[in-house]
């Protein structure tokens, strides 16, 4: 049975340590709009309130060793404005002396640890990586749904040193998929979009066999073996980067595509949506994903009951294309791309696993 993170407890790691393992495989430059930055800060609000110290541990990329290009360093400014007290970075993995600086700190003292990714033992969920790590804290809590879908030494491994908890970003995300799961209604659309989307569709032939519709992406045009379903929708029209339309040159579905989606999308009652349509980050091509995140919200708002996930960092990051809007209550923004979509396949995923 999963374990939670809640009060009752954390009465017993009071003064003690946490190792919390999040996700900040985003832009460091990214702001504490980020959607994803957002959803791990009441977890660590709610561990410091109980005085316990914090050990942030994440990755960011795929480094070849070190690399100062991935570093978490950038970060600590972010958590500090946030968190209203210093963070304290840790650059390197002495871990002898990593624990005796943590012990010898205060209650509610918060570190940030350096990219796990840059030793190899944290993708090959290597045991004694992971027993390492656990000798820095009492306790540990996976609040990092996006990630959780791998077995890294971090996410599986370690819980069998400490005590392991879900955390309560983990917690939304299991309780929100598993609606989707357990009560999903007719019409079932799935919008798919963004990159490697042959993969996305080879890996997830159980949410595609669930759903009556899959619209796709512009990169649909651009990827070679994307397999043939009388379920898929494909564009109609696109824009191209180029004079004359060749593979990989095309960027944004049209707009008659948009408003023949947007018509789909009117009448469905369960939408689950990963990767934007287009390629929105280039000025002239984010028409596509700015008119389906119109559609979607028009939708949520006019049918109360439709159920919609929404799930991918690229995914979440375009709606600020949209400026400041209101997300309503029935539409639910998982903090997961991958993840997101093998947990709606009923996919059983390590990182969740591991906490049972």
């Known amino acids: 049975m999963l374990r939670y993170l809640n009060m009752r407890n954390l009465k017993k790691f009071s003064k003690k340590t946490c190792l919390l393992r999040i996700d900040l495989n985003i832009e460091p430059g990214a702001s504490l709009d980020s959607y994803r930055l957002q959803a791990i800060l009441p977890t660590i609000k709610l561990l410091l309130k109980n005085k316990v110290k914090v050990v942030i541990l994440s990755h960011r990329g795929r480094p070849k060793g070190f690399d100062k290009k991935y570093s978490l360093k950038p970060f600590i400014q972010v958590f ?3 968190l209203g007290g210093k963070v304290n ?23 940030l640890l350096e990219n796990l ?38 996410v599986c491994a370690i819980t069998k040193f400490l005590p392991s908890y879900a955390g309560l970003c983990l917690e939304n995300e299991i309780k929100n998929l598993g ?10 659309i799935v919008i798919l979009g963004g990159a490697k989307l042959k993969e996305k569709i080879l890996n997830l032939r159980g949410l595609i066999n669930k759903a009556d ?29 180029a004079g004359r339309r060749n593979r990989k040159s095309i960027w944004d579905i049209g707009p008659f595509t948009v408003g023949n ?10 939408i689950i949506w990963s990767g934007p349509p287009g390629f929105f980050e280039k000025k002239g091509f984010e028409k596509g994903t700015i008119g389906i995140w119109k559609a979607v919200l028009k939708s949520a708002s006019r049918r109360k009951k439709t159920h919609i996930v929404i799930g991918g960092g690229e995914t979440s ?9 209101r997300i309503p209550r029935n539409i639910f923004i ?23």
């Open 334 to 356: 998982s903090t997961g791309g991958g993840a997101m979509l093998e947990y709606l396949s009923s996919k059983k995923l390590p990182g969740i696993e591991s906490l049972k």
């Open 89 to 111: 970075f840790l650059p390197d993995f002495d871990f002898p002396k990593i624990k005796n600086r943590i012990e010898e700190s205060k209650p509610r003292s918060v570190f």
């Open 261 to 270: 989606y947007a018509s789909v999308i009117s009448g469905a009652k369960t």
């Open 117 to 154: 990714r840059f030793l190899p033992g944290e993708e090959k969920n290597d045991p004694g990586f992971a027993m390492q790590l656990s000798l820095l804290g009492d306790f540990y809590v996976n609040d990092a749904f996006a990630v959780s879908h791998r077995k890294n030494a971090s």
């Open 80 to 82: 500090h404005k946030e």
């Open 179 to 188: 609606t989707i799961i357990n009560y999903s209604t007719h019409p079932f």
């Open 213 to 241: 519709n899959v619209l796709l992406g512009s990169n649909a045009f651009n990827e070679s073996g994307v397999p043939k379903s009388s379920k898929f929708v494909w564009p109609e029209d696109a824009k191209s980067s």
């Open 317 to 325: 990051a375009s709606l600020k294309l949209l400026g400041k809007v």
